[in-house]
């Protein structure tokens, strides 16, 4: 596992943005590709910037946990043809946290910034020594952020499906051939060159928020709105599987003690469970039918505090 990674995680000749090479216009090699408004020559902006945009600081902080979440291997990805083939709608985030998180039918990707297909980008911005240790982490962050869109495209047909118009994964001047080669760079890419985060590949959004307080400390690592009819729904076939069962079983008793009136009392104790059992299960579905509503008027009083106290927020 090296130490120093290498100054750039491709070749020169295979870059796919040479837009800070000098070819282009003096104000493009002046700024971030892709994000005019960022000066390459205010280094302080610039490294605040890269921060927010690559260091998922709650998932760094517990990576080396995150093995009791999700298999621990960076290659644990889905090509976006398997993310189809699996029923998963690819929602686009910006907030490196969601990266490749996923929940039901749905999976956060953040999009490739132009500047990471830069060559003369990773030889100028990122420092090449771990002295420097904020920007020598985001730096590894970058290169393990790179990394997971080899295998997120590994055919023509996955690119084809990151330049759709609703998602523009990656710029939509790419082609497969100039694509492949510079994916074919990252195949060299180590563990040991990326951040902790990027050792473990997609990451179950139900599980984070189950771990959320032991990982986080907090409530949950990310809320999703759901509508009530969706979360209720997913509460649904649980619940009538239990009572299924559970009214089996009851049938079962009625058989069983209405098969011979004559002996019930002889089998005192027999029927005493059968009772008992009746009487708790009458007494466990009114809990669970109260517990439901109880939810479902917390949720509602939940949106109003919320709203209540954006209201009060907005007055003050």
Request: proline share 6%; with cysteine.
């Amino acid at each position: 596992m090296p130490a120093y990674p290498r100054a750039s995680p491709f070749s020169q000749p295979h870059q796919l943005c040479p837009d800070l090479d000098g070819s282009g216009s003096p104000a493009a090699t002046q700024h971030l590709p892709g994000h005019p408004t960022i000066s390459l020559s205010d280094s302080d902006a610039l490294s605040r910037f890269l921060r927010q945009e690559l260091w998922a600081a709650d998932l760094e902080a517990v990576a080396s946990r995150l093995w009791i979440l999700t298999t621990p291997s960076s290659a644990s990805i889905h090509a976006l043809h398997q993310q189809k083939v699996l029923g998963r709608e690819i929602i686009v985030t910006e907030d490196p946290r969601l990266h490749l998180v996923w929940i039901n039918n749905r999976i956060f990707i953040k999009p490739l910034p132009p500047y990471l297909l830069s060559y003369s980008f990773w030889m100028s911005t990122f420092p090449q020594s771990p002295l420097l240790t904020q920007q020598w982490h985001v730096r590894r962050a970058a290169i393990g952020f790179l990394r997971t869109y080899r295998y997120l495209i590994q055919h023509e047909s996955d690119l084809l499906i990151a330049q759709q118009e609703h998602l523009r994964l990656v710029p939509v001047k790419l082609n497969w051939t100039d694509m492949s080669t510079f994916l074919a760079d990252l195949e060299t890419v180590e563990d040991g060159d990326a951040s902790a985060r990027y050792r473990y590949g997609e990451l179950r959004l139900s599980r984070l928020n189950l771990y959320a307080p032991f990982l986080f400390g907090r409530l949950a690592y990310e809320h999703i709105p759901m509508q009530y009819g969706e979360y209720f729904a997913r509460l649904y076939g649980p619940i009538l599987f239990i009572f299924a069962m559970v009214t089996t079983i009851l049938n079962g008793m009625q058989v069983a003690l209405a098969a011979d009136p004559g002996r019930q009392f002889s089998n005192y104790f027999l029927w005493k469970i059968f009772y008992w059992f009746g009487i708790s299960t009458l007494l466990i579905t009114v809990t669970v039918g109260s517990s439901l509503m109880a939810l479902w008027f917390g949720m509602i009083a939940n949106e109003w505090k919320f709203t209540l106290r954006n209201r009060h927020r907005a007055k003050g």
